[in-house]
């Protein structure tokens, strides 16, 4: 076969699709390099067009087809849905499978820890060597203004801090992870209640004081609560590898030029 990335066309069967219709397709396909995005554009028309081939010798015709979020799905698409319902079975997940599956990842079923924060932002650019190095020296001299009087947190973000929680005193609510940039996150996470972080905490958009409140530590959800989100899963991957498995099924039966298909690798339908 030829490499798709000489850039030429590709044949399904008797179809050919036109290295245009590739190059068109791609824009729908971010990733690193032009290649790439080549490369993956290629392989779903031309899984599009193996689906296609097989709903035409099923003669299997566009139906009322809606998507998850409700919008009407059309001609070919929908073609391929119903291709999909009819062909591809799918077990529904059990109780005991579900309860399994959380047995062996229960550490993913856990409430998020949240913690209380407070914190001063000194606006600098790190690009900026100098207002930078500023910024870590008034954030120290914060530090020590707090250490000696803890209740003058709120009165000092007001005067200079520059993010717009200043006016609630610099309390930023609780935060859990993955809501603010890494650097804080770290910082706030590792400090007892009621503790004050004794060092400037560089970020991105600064230098920040911070200053943990209340922590509440994340707990084990029951299974109950998550027993449908489970068995949700397990379906979808059971689909997924399905799907694999019937257009493994399909290229099988094909001739196919000008791209390799990476079945194995289980392609999912766009």
């Known amino acids: 076969m030829a490499d798709v990335l000489e850039r030429g066309s590709v044949r399904i069967g008797a179809v050919e699709i036109l290295p245009a219709t590739i190059a068109a397709e791609a824009q729908n396909h971010p990733a690193p390099d032009a290649d790439e995005a080549w490369r993956a554009a290629a392989e779903a028309l031309a899984i599009r067009q193996l689906l296609l081939a097989e709903a035409d010798r099923l003669g299997v015709e566009a139906g009322k087809v809606t998507d998850s979020e409700g919008r009407t799905i059309v001609g070919g698409d929908a073609r391929i849905e119903i291709l999909l319902e009819q062909e591809v079975t799918v077990p529904v997940a059990t109780e005991a499978e579900a309860r399994r599956f959380y047995a062996r990842h229960c550490q993913r079923f856990t409430s998020a820890t949240l913690v209380e924060a407070e914190h001063i932002l000194l606006s600098a650019s790190p690009d900026d060597a100098l207002a930078y190095g500023l910024a870590v020296s008034d954030a120290r001299t914060l530090i020590r203004q707090i250490e000696a009087e803890p209740e003058c947190f709120a009165d000092l973000a007001r005067q200079h801090s520059a993010c717009p929680s200043k006016e609630q005193g610099g309390n930023l609510g609780q935060i859990g992870n993955g809501q603010t940039v890494s650097e804080f996150e770290q910082a706030l996470?590792?400090?007892?209640?009621?503790?004050?972080?004794?060092?400037?905490?560089?970020?991105?958009?600064?230098?920040?004081?911070?200053?943990?409140?209340r922590r509440v530590d994340g707990r084990q959800l029951p299974f109950e609560v998550v027993e449908q989100a489970i068995r949700d899963y397990l379906e979808e991957a059971s689909y997924r590898r399905a799907v694999a498995q019937y257009l493994s099924i399909l290229a099988g039966r094909t001739d196919i030029e000008g791209i390799d298909l990476p079945l194995a690798d289980g392609p999912l339908v766009q």
């Open 189 to 213: 996470f590792a400090l007892a209640e009621g503790e004050l972080c004794r060092e400037p905490v560089r970020s991105p958009y600064g230098v920040h004081v911070i200053r943990a409140g």
